[in-house]
Each structure stands twice: as C-alpha cells, then as structure tokens.
T-cell receptor, first 110, second 114 residues
Framework: DQQVKQNSPSLSVQEGRISILNCDYTNSMFDYFLWYKKYPAEGPTFLISISSIKDKNEDGRFTVFLNKSAKHLSLHIVPSQPGDSAVYFCVFQGAQKLVFGQGTRLTINP | DTEVTQTPKHLVMGMTNKKSLKCEQHMGHRAMYWYKQKAKKPPELMFVYSYEKLSINESVPSRFSPECPNSSLLNLHLHALQPEDSALYLC?????????????FGSGTRLTVV
C-alpha cells in the first residue's frame, strides 16, 4: 500500500517559470510532510516542510501547499533555476520514520 | 557541524566477505537511521536507533547487522550479501521524532556485491 504517491515521474520546465510538483497521500496520521531534493549519487537534501495544522509554508523560492480535504500536497518553485534540476521526493513523516514517494525528476531547461 | 558523514563512499565486496559501513554525526541528534535505495526507487527504511537503542527493524535480513556504539556513531555490518543487495546505503539523523527540520542525510555508500 503506497501511502505517498507522486504520479508524475518527470517534469520539464523553462528557466524562470514556475515548477509545480504534486503529491497525493492516503494516511492522514502524519506530523509533517517534507520535500527532499536529490542529486545522483548524493543523499537527499531537506528543502521545506509543512505541519498538519498549516495549509501553506514559504521559504524563499519554495512554497508548499497542503490541502487536507483532498489529501494533496504541492511544491511550487518560482522562479525555476537550472540548479533546481534534480529528483524531488514528497515525504510523509510519521512515528519515527519517513515514507518517500516515488519521486519526480525535474529538469529546468535554459 | 551540520553534516552526516558516511564512509566509505564506494564499496565492492564478494558474497563471502565481511565489511562495515560507518556513519557519524555531531549535531546532538538522538535518532539515527539506515535507508537503502535501489536505482530509480525511493529510499526505504531499514533500521531506526533512538537513544542508542534499536527501535525499528523493517524485517531486514540478518546478513545486515546494525550497531550504535554511541550517540554519534552508527555502523552497518555486512556479511554474506547477495548481488541484489547492491544499492546506495544512506544514513540519516534527526532530533527525536524528526520534526519540522526533517532528517539530515549523509551522501551514502554505493555498495556493489559481486
């Protein structure tokens, strides 16, 4: 049973435009949702998180939105930069563990 | 120091070898984790240590043996592995329970079993 689903395996965006990455979840018993970014052969890097009592959190170019009624999470990156090209994981943080979505490979085109 | 350091970065081992992966953090985190990532898949949890005690074992085969000698160190002892165990092994640490700042991951050890 996949608790966190990222239905788009890849996304291509023009530099300077907005990147929107989406995530759906099934389990409502979570403390936080997090977004991690991963380059090849490196560990995941924490980007931004949102707690279950919030519907939006913003940090610089990154904004995460949480729609609890739809069980949907999204990450907005604006403006997108070439260095943002990576795999992005939507991650559910429950009791003592992180559960990763399948990831979305984001490519920013110059 | 805000890093998790993993050694070695690359490891090639035979199916009869015994080797160990090491992980170190000096952020005062009291929870440490081992994750395994296969190509084109998300990381999957293997073990969780909380206050130096094993709190979660995700039904990992006994050929993988974790050890937490102290609050800063985490080892993963490997013995009689199979070629399908080849993967990127990631160590992470966090404040107890994780929290708003998530987990900090190391760069991983790329393991190849031949």
């Amino acid at each position: 049973d996949q608790q966190v689903k990222q239905n788009s395996p890849s996304l291509s965006v023009q530099e300077g435009r907005i990147s929107i990455l989406n995530c759906d979840y099934t389990n409502s018993m979570f403390d936080y949702f997090l977004w991690y970014k991963k380059y090849p052969a490196e560990g995941p890097t924490f980007l931004i998180s949102i707690s279950s009592i919030k519907d939006k959190n913003e940090d610089g170019r990154f904004t995460v939105f949480l729609n609890k009624s739809a069980k949907h999470l999204s990450l907005h990156i604006v403006p997108s930069q070439p260095g943002d090209s990576a795999v992005y994981f939507c991650v559910f943080q429950g009791a003592q563990k992180l559960v990763f979505g399948q990831g979305t490979r984001l490519t920013i085109n110059p | 120091d805000t890093e998790v350091t993993q050694t070695p970065k690359h490891l090639v081992m035979g199916m009869t070898n015994k080797k160990s992966l090491k992980c170190e953090q000096h952020m005062g985190h009291r929870a440490m984790y081992w994750y395994k990532q296969k190509a084109k898949k998300p990381p999957e949890l293997m073990f969780v240590y909380s206050y130096e005690k094993l709190s979660i074992n995700e039904s990992v085969p006994s050929r993988f043996s974790p050890e937490c000698p102290n609050s800063s160190l985490l080892n993963l002892h490997l013995h009689a592995l199979q070629p399908e165990d080849s993967a990127l092994y990631l160590c992470a640490s966090s404040q107890e329970g994780g929290g708003f700042n998530g987990y900090t991951f190391g760069s991983g050890t790329r393991l190849t079993v031949v």
